[in-house]
């Protein structure tokens, strides 16, 4: 999921403020585990991710 958050705004042109996201699953220490794919992921991992916006 980091890489299509850091993927998406650069393809679509735009400048990401304030994200979003919904997830399946419960986030516990900024972290989620998707119930419905086999993605972990990290609130800290998406802050890098965007980091360079």
């Known amino acids: 999921m980091d890489g299509i958050v850091a993927v998406f705004p650069k ?3 735009l400048a990401v403020d304030v994200a979003c996201f919904d997830v399946a699953g419960p986030v516990l220490g900024g972290r989620v585990r998707l119930t419905n ?4 992921v ?3 991992g998406i802050k890098e991710a965007v980091s360079d916006f």
């Open 37 to 40: 794919l086999p993605w972990e």
């Open 11 to 13: 393809a679509a042109a």
């Open 42 to 44: 990290g609130a800290w």
